[in-house]
Nanobody, 123 residues
Framework: VQLVESGGGLVQPGGSLRLSCATS????????ITWFRQAPGKERELVAA????????RHVDSVKGRFTISRDNAKKTVYLQMNSLKPEDTAVYYC?????????????????WGLGTQVTVSS
């Protein structure tokens, strides 16, 4: 099983980034996929989630209207489009996969995680 995040980097406030999570080794279309982030000294927090068919999505209040999660089941890849970035969005961003929608907020119930990609928003 592999989950490989990419697309992070340094961006100025107000800028945009598109994160990707390329996966392999498991039945992608049967899992819900999420993006979490973890800033230094803080707990890992949920950012966005998308259902296995790409119909249901969830974005936490702090990113609503700025971030959009999507998935391409044919490419086994999940994306996070991040616009209007703020310094408080600075964190390592991780993708994770989980079977049950009710388990989305519970990191310990996840089956697999990627290693993360660093996003830094600074002028």
């Amino acid at each position: 099983v592999q989950l490989v995040e990419s697309g992070g980097g340094l961006v100025q406030p107000g800028g945009s980034l598109r994160l990707s999570c390329a996966t392999s080794g498991f039945s992608f279309s049967t899992y819900h996929i999420t993006w979490f982030r973890q800033a230094p000294g803080k707990e890992r927090e949920l950012v966005a989630a998308i259902g296995n068919l790409g119909i249901s999505t969830r974005h936490v209040d702090s990113v609503k209207g700025r971030f959009t999660i999507s998935r391409d089941n044919a490419k086994k890849t999940v994306y996070l489009q991040m616009n209007s970035l703020k310094p408080e969005d600075t964190a390592v961003y991780y993708c994770g996969v989980v079977r049950r929608w009710s388990d989305i907020p519970i990191p310990k119930n996840y089956d697999y995680w990627g290693l993360g990609t660093q996003v830094t928003v600074s002028s």
